[in-house]
């Protein structure tokens, strides 16, 4: 069925809404790779991933896959009831790896729940990035250990933790960078807003990266802002880098353009990457509720790795010890991922006390006595009287 | 030759403290070889429709559950029959904690519903392989077993020599065997100790056939093309089933002398205030639809079956079924009966613009109250067209045609155009149809009608 409305030989009227309407109002979108694999040139950012070998090259493709495999692994270990929850990152592994890879092993990265792309790259084991989903504990990973804040729920508050470690660098007289990760929703929150303001207010040496996958749950972006994200941060005085998230080398020059502005006094940079959450929320939830399912066609067309591949095959470096070696690496860590969360060791019941106060103190004294005394009631008689 | 033992799969909590879900559909067989992570079922939880992954590599020895049945998390679904070696193929042995053996019973880590988790470990207590001879007890067979060996070609029918075992084969190779009319005993078994596979089965089928018939030389894999059934195509086929086995449907014709209105619609073209904009039959047919429903409401109401109300609405969000590159979607106009024919105009053209740029939003898919679909453009004259699911009345216009028509008491060559509708007879009667139809035509048989109708 089929209406004539639309002429082949003729203009339609124009719209009225798009006089009325300033929706589309940014700036160019960055990128050096198109969906095909084509690398496209650009004066600005060329020079910026000029020293990235073919080697690198495929290893950034490595990196993708095997974050992709970590996301399908988790998502399968959730729905056999290993974990409670699970965000996927599905579409995203460009925006996460590409960010990743950029950033000096002293800067300090505060995540959402979704960066385990992120955290990969930063060298946070598979299964430490489920511990905290499968409810054994509070936390993944020493934060420390790895430079990487842990997973954060509340939306955009980490936007803040970002902005403060940026100025505590100042104060130390460091030269290493803060980086806030936050989705296109945070951008409506007014801790995020906080974080832009104080992080223009003094020069801090922080990198804002919101990744834009087009919808905040179930609301699209559209709604959460008629204007570009990239676009809001000029209310804040902050420079704004737009740039395709699907395309791991133009997010890679974005972030050492946005690194290297910081490590320099130039204070801020808000980089959107435009990219696309292909799953649904977390595991809990049905994108196909609320989401047309052409949308989920036109970004399958734009996939990162699937480009990145492209680009491969262009420069004759895919061969197949190249596949074999990703495959297996894959492979190696989905087991390690499996293997690691079924046998994660349950947390004792007293554990619970361990990371409420940085000091022992004699109110918390008498609640562990109280809850050890509860527990010891369940001895005996409990073994046949609970299942 | 390691030694089988079963594995059993228990619901888990799907989504964030849910205690019960539904299965939709199993998408493996008892008997069926399973890999760890094949999606082995889907469910439906109270938040989403998921796909259950396999946790075990295996074979599938029981499912527990019928599909539409509410199970609790907790409970045993499906069990698998697992190599001891790939029982634990992520070296579940290895549990810190003690020996963390099949016998031991694990708590299943969900948040609600840690129901007993008792594994049944070691080898099941099976029979021995030795049945009657399928010739011996033919009476006895299942009545569809009969009858599937009754129609199978008669070939195969002669029992041969039996040897008193049940060739090895698995539940479904065994039903592509019937279904193919194939006798097991004669298949040779390629597989580990003499199993029959599938493609056993299928070699034997073909082999037998390429002896009686003659080779019809064509390419394997031409002769079919198998699409997976999702995204547009998925979501239009559950709407068009809903539609039509929900809304008891019934269609009217009406064939109409449109040359009137062709000849306003050529007026109107050369009309200034109309320069630029898209004038066709569909914009008057559209205008007509919403002049008659304004005498006629009960084409533009809803059956509520849930809060058993019939909803009439005082607003139309005009429908408009259009062929994209992915499929039919019927985005619509929203409050279209408050437009003027140049805003209608505006309105359609925009409309079929962003359908063929593939950029309808769910929004301009969502809170339609009646649909056109314009099924003349492809010179066609009249159909029964199924509502669009939740609406009570959907016209088709046909094609605009020349056509020997009476023409003031003579036989004359006129413009002629097919309406017909349908409507959900639930909530309009043949009377209100009719009514609706008659005025729509009368309108495009004579435009000037409409000084009497509003």
Redesign the interface.
Known sequence: ???????RD????E???SVTNPRRTGGDLVQLLSPSGERISHPEFDLWISDVSDEQLCSLYEDMVVVRRID??AT?L????????WPPLLGQEAAQVGSGRAFRSDDFVFPTYRESGVAYCRGVAAPDMVKAW??NALFGWDPYRYNMATQQIMIGSQALHATGYAMGIQHDGADSVSVGYFGDGATSEGDVSEALVFAASFQAPVVFICQNNHWAISEPVTLQSHVQLADRAAGFGIPAIRVDGNDVLAVLAATRVALDRARKGGGPTFIEAVTYRMG?H?????P???????E???WAAKDPIARLKALLERKGLLDEQLETRVKAKADEVA?EL??G???M?EPAAMDVFKHVYAEENSWLERQKDHYARYLESFSGSAQEGA? | MSPAMIKE????????GLTESEILSWRVSVGDTVEL?QVIAEVETA???????S?FAGTVAALHEQPGSVVEVGKPIVSFEVDDAGAA????G????GA?GADEPKR????VG???AVEKGGRPARKARTFATPAAAPQEAHPAEAAAAQAAPAAVVPAPETTGERPRSTPPVRKLARDLGVDLTRVPGTGERGLITREDVQRFAAGSTEGAAPAAVRPAGEREIRTPI???R??TAAAMVQSAFTAPHVTEFLTVDVTAAMELLERLKSNRAFA???L?P??LAAKAVLIALKRNPTLNSRWDDAAQEIVQFNYVNLG????TP?G?TVPNIKDADTMSLLELS?A??????TA?A?K???ED?SGGTISI???G??GIDAGT?ILNPGEAAII?LGAVRKAPWVHNDELAVRQVMSLSLSFDHRLVDGEQGSRFLADVGAILSDPGMVLTMV
């Open positions: 069925m089929l209406t004539d409305e639309a002429g003729r203009k339609a009227p719209p009225a809404k399908t692994e399968a959730q729905r056999q009831g290993e974990l409670a929850l499968r409810g649904p977390t595991t809990a939830d049905d196909t509720r609320y989401r047309d399912a052409n989920l066609e036109d087991a499996r293997s969360t079924i046998n060791p299942l | 799969f228990r619901l888990p909590d799907l989504g964030e992570n938040k989403a429709v998921v796909e259950l992954p946790p193929p992520s070296g579940e290895a549990a810190p904690g963390a299943e880590a969900t948040l840690y129901g007993a999702k995204g547009v998925k979501y630029g904009y898209k066709t569909l914009t408009i079924a259009a062929a992915r039919l505006a359609l053209s925009e409309l079929t613009d063929r593939g309808t939003t769910p898919l679909t314009n099924i453009v492809f067209p088709a």
